[in-house]
């Protein structure tokens, strides 16, 4: 590879970018590079009126090379040598290396000997070195340069268009669409991108081709063929290409900015201009405005009533919440206007703006001073006359809400003081009433300083000449009429209100001895209608013989109620008696109760029938109580037999399961017969639901002869007959596992004993701690994942507890696994060999099927070391077969 660096260039040949002669090799790579590179010196060369055919042969004297870089460089080279000698041509040549070295360039590998020899290699290196120096280099995007700036300048170029994803200087090119996309960005009418297709890059590229030769004087530098052709096409040849479009368009991009440049200085004008004329406008606008609001604000013409002045100032509020916010934004808006202009002016090294005649910013400040002073003696002059009339309304104001108030307090007091309600009131009523007319002579007495008030009001009102004196004169003496009035009628009515109460204080004390005593014998009454009726409901003889006591009991004090009601009805009369004597108008009943001698006498009529019904209620009861206990006895008789038989069978089945003796198909019969003599038994349970069904019928709830409810019986008798059933299964279940696993009966004994050793609680199971020592005591050494893993096989539903038959099936199963994983371990030790460690990839390839699946279900939870993922060396391996062990 020809390495070329300079520590002055910015290292723009990175080693993505040297020239790697090995690569020549294709001839796919080397063709494109001849073609491009050829095209490309030709390219600066028809500048001085030439051209090269062969790329190696042209160059080999020198003088070629020497014009091609004076063309590109801009500069004069040493003068040549024009002899045929190869010492002439080495000269040449070494001019040409030295002018590209003084450039920043070092050239590694590449002589001038080489190059007048016609080495195809080495001169492709030196033209690729001279495009890098003079055609990629100097390419800067946003601080990027040469290579990565030229590739991020195609991309931002072409982010916009859809199929063209551009990542490097090969593949992303291969389909044509991204020269396509060059070319439309910077020249959109040579193209119609629309129409090509990502799927058809020989039309593509010989598109951009053929467009950018004839258009934009790119010249041919590869056939689309041999891009197409290629899979990978030569980096080198496509960033040659692509640097001549990067300068093809560079120049007319300058240009465009130069035109932007004078547009954007035109429209900076155009918005000055506009900016001028905006604030000629706005300042006239605002002028004209103030103009005609200050005659307004000068206006100082009085009103005679309060409402107008009122309108007055809210118009000015108007003024100020609505006309003039809208002033003050233009008249802010106005002068930043004003300032703005002129340093957009002053930045563009333009005159200053200078407003019309008496539109200067000062002019309308000295206006705006004058309007604000108007409307600062507008305002001060309609609050002083504001208050001026408030002082009369206030007067006015004040005689009416007092006039109003008095009035509103005596109406209806005149009608009040007249009426004769006193006549039909009881006792406390006209006690009420007094009180209540006492306190309306205090209020009538505070109400005598508001009257005074407005007769002084009224007078103050006639001698200031209100306009509406007469009616405040006509409204006060009515008022005063009126109180002259309220004061006589209310000295009459005290008179008859005290009169009346002395009349009513006797019958109130009748009324009274009457209330007293009527109340708690009508309460005796109601509360014995309520016993009487009251549904009883009880459940023993006992309780039965204790009401038909109380009811005895009862029925012996009604001689001394009947005196007792005797004597209510008698002061009652009495009160009736006093009424006709003395012509007093009773307008209602006794104010102490309710309770009238018609009531008095209809409960007690009440009370005589419904005491022989009770007397019938309570035989009848007092028979079905006796009958119920007879059920009782009859129930609870049998069901003491019947609950500790059930009980007795249930221990009995539970030491069977437990302490089983003999063989399994000897403990099977056994069983079996037991179950026999347990399903004889059913005659007596259904007798016994017989009976407990005329119970229910007899709504029977509690039976004190027994402490067995049917529901226990129920529950027992399902019980046992589950418990039964269950233990033959499991019986059976033990003996298919013995035969299908090989076991003999010594080990079911073996393993009987050791489950029954710590089955603790003697449940027929054991707990997770109890199994876990089981396992330690016939030499299980695990770890919390590996015991983790076998309560998963033997407990699956996770309930805590390890039955009899997965105890066994798990201790069958374990001794068949420990067969399986010792030959597991034995190929592991073989396939495994010096690297200690083992794939899921090799298990399946070198293990048999069953092999290789039992190993890897065991070490899925051990699998990934930290070096080869999906593996596991010889300690994690073991791990995972036997458990966590000292293996």
């Not at 070319?183 to 081709?209: Q, S, V």
């Not at 070391?865 to 593996?871: K, T």
Request: aromatic content about 8%.
């Amino acid at each position: 590879m020809d390495h070329y660096d300079s520590p002055q260039t910015n290292d723009y040949m990175q080693p993505e970018e040297d020239w790697d002669r090995d690569l020549l090799l294709d001839p796919a790579w080397e063709k494109q590079q001849r073609k491009t590179f050829t095209a490309w010196c030709n390219s600066h060369l028809r500048k001085a009126g030439t051209q090269i055919e062969n790329i190696e042969e042209d160059f080999r004297d020198g003088l070629k090379l020497m014009l091609l870089l004076e063309v590109i460089s801009g500069e004069r080279l040493a003068k040549p040598e024009r002899g045929k000698m190869r010492v002439h041509k080495i000269s040449n040549v070494n001019k040409a290396l030295d002018f590209i070295a003084s450039k920043g360039v070092k050239l590694v590998s590449i002589g001038a000997e080489e190059i007048v020899d016609g080495n195809a290699k080495m001169t492709l290196g030196m033209i690729w070195t001279i495009i890098l120096r003079f055609a990629i280099q100097d390419i800067s995007v946003e601080e990027t340069s040469a290579k990565e700036g030229l590739l991020l300048w195609c991309q931002r170029k072409t982010a916009p268009y859809k199929n063209v994803n551009i990542q490097n200087f090969h593949i992303s090119w291969k389909d044509g669409l991204g020269f396509c996309a060059l070319i439309h960005r910077h020249r959109p009418e040579l193209i119609d991108y629309g129409k090509l297709r990502k799927d058809d890059p020989l039309t593509n590229l010989n598109t951009a081709f053929d467009v950018a030769e004839r258009y934009l004087d790119i010249p041919k530098m590869l056939d689309a063929e041999d891009i197409v052709g290629t899979a990978r096409p030569d980096e080198k040849a496509i960033m040659t290409y692509v640097s001549s479009f990067y300068h093809a368009f560079s120049g007319a991009q300058k240009a465009e900015t130069a035109a932007n440049r004078i547009c954007k200085v035109l429209a900076v004008n155009q918005e000055n201009e506009q900016l001028m004329e905006d604030y000629e406008k706005l300042a006239s606008d605002l002028l004209e405005w103030i103009r005609r609001t200050i005659p307004w604000l000068e206006n100082r013409t009085p009103e005679n009533t309060m409402q107008a002045m009122q309108q007055k100032l809210e118009d000015f509020r108007d003024y100020r919440r609505l006309h003039k916010p809208p002033k003050v934004q233009e008249k802010c808006q106005l002068e930043i206007n004003f300032n703005t202009l002129q340093t957009k002016l002053r930045l563009s090294n333009r005159p200053a703006f200078m407003p019309s005649e008496g539109k200067m910013v000062s002019d309308i400040n000295n206006a705006w001073g004058c309007l604000e002073q108007a409307e600062k003696g507008y305002e001060e002059w309609l609050l002083n006359d504001i208050r001026r009339l408030e002082r009369l309304d206030h007067l006015a104001e004040k005689f009416r809400q007092k006039a109003s108030i008095h009035e509103s307090w005596t109406d209806g007091k005149e009608a009040m003081l007249q009426q004769k309600d006193y006549e039909t009131a009881t006792l406390s009523e006209i006690k009420a009433l007094l009180k209540k007319h006492e306190a309306f002579e205090s209020d009538l007495a505070a109400h005598q300083d508001r009257v005074e008030q407005i007769a002084a009001i009224a007078q103050e009102l006639n001698e200031l000449d209100y306009y509406d004196s007469p009616s405040v004169n006509a409204r006060c003496q009515k008022i005063c009429d009126q109180w002259d009035n309220l004061g006589a009628l209310t000295q009459k009515r005290r008179e008859a209100l005290e009169r009346t109460e002395k009349l009513l204080e006797t019958i109130d004390q009748l009324y009274l001895e009457y209330a007293k005593r009527a109340a708690p014998f009508n309460n005796w009454m109601e509360g014995a209608m309520e016993d009487l009726q009251d549904t009883f409901i009880v459940h023993t003889i006992e309780e039965i013989q204790g009401l038909t006591t109380a009811h005895e009991q009862f029925k012996a004090t009604l001689p001394d109620a009947d005196k007792e009601r005797q004597a209510i009805l008698g002061i009652h009369n009495e009160v009736s008696k006093i009424v006709q004597t003395y012509h007093v108008n009773m307008a209602g009943t006794n104010p102490y109760t309710t309770i009238t001698p018609q009531e008095i006498n209809g409960k007690w009529d009440r009370v005589r029938q419904l005491v022989p019904r009770r007397d019938q209620a309570l035989m009848e009861e007092h028979a079905r109580q006796q009958h119920n206990e007879r059920l009782r006895k009859q129930f609870g008789a049998q069901a003491n037999v019947i609950g500790p038989w059930i009980q007795t069978k249930m221990e009995e089945i539970g030491r069977i399961s437990i302490e089983m003796h003999g063989t399994l198909e000897d403990q099977l019969n056994h069983l079996r017969q037991y179950e026999k003599s347990i399903v004889n038994y059913k005659p007596k349970i259904d007798q016994l639901e017989g009976d407990h069904q005329q119970i229910q019928e007899a709504l029977i709830f509690d039976n004190k002869h027994t402490n067995y409810s049917m529901e226990h019986i129920r529950v027992g008798w399902e019980q046992l007959l589950t418990t039964t059933a269950r233990t033959i299964n499991e019986v059976e279940n033990q003996i298919l596992t013995r035969d299908a696993k090989g076991i003999s009966q010594e080990q079911m004994n073996e393993f009987r004993a050791s489950f029954n050793h710590f089955d603790r609680k003697k449940t027929g199971m054991m707990d997770a701690e109890d199994f876990r020592t089981c396992l330690i005591s016939i030499g299980y050494n695990m770890g919390e994942a590996e015991f983790a893993r076998i309560m998963s096989i033997v407990d699956p539903n996770r309930i805590g507890v390890v039955t009899f038959q997965a105890f066994i099936d798990f201790m069958s199963r374990e001794t068949a696994d420990t067969d399986t994983a010792d030959q597991v371990m034995a190929s592991f030790k073989i396939l495994a060999g010096d690297k200690n460690y083992i794939t899921v990839d090799e298990l399946r390839r070198e293990l048999p099927p069953d092999q290789a699946e039992y190993c890897i279900a065991r070490m899925a939870p051990y699998t990934g070391l930290d070096s080869v993922p999906g593996a596991l060396d010889y300690m994690s391996f073991s791990t995972a077969l036997y458990g966590e062990s000292d293996l």
